[in-house]
């Protein structure tokens, strides 16, 4: 499968549809409330650059240097800790409740 949207990637990870690998905000709601585990903390990817390209010769409006100045101060927290990993049994095919149940 293939998305161009990152809420539906998280969707399709908690329906089970297979792994994803998505930004810590966009996941954060589903890995604390159990329904997405981390796999491999150890293993993430290197955090991507952001950069503000704006004319020189032009003064910065207020409302931009407040932004600017936002993101460089979340540029410079800590990451947020890894999440727990959670063991969970795995879930059982539909045959074997079949043949669990007769």
């Known amino acids: 499968m293939r998305f161009n949207d990152g809420e539906a990637i998280v969707q399709a ?3 089970g549809l297979g792994l994803a690998q998505v ?5 954060a709601a589903e890995l604390s409330a159990g329904r997405l585990v981390e796999l491999l903390p150890r293993h993430r990817p290197p955090a ?13 409006p207020p409302r931009v240097r ?15 800790p890894a999440a727990k990993a959670v063991r969970r049994t ?13």
């Open 13 to 15: 990870a908690v329906l």
């Open 90 to 102: 795995p879930r059982r095919r539909t045959s074997d409740r079949l043949r669990a149940a007769t």
């Open 48 to 60: 991507m650059p952001i950069h503000a390209v704006m004319p020189a010769n032009r003064l910065v």
């Open 66 to 80: 407040v932004l600017l100045d936002a993101l460089q101060t979340l540029a410079d927290a800590p990451p947020p």
């Open 23 to 27: 930004p810590d905000y966009m996941a």
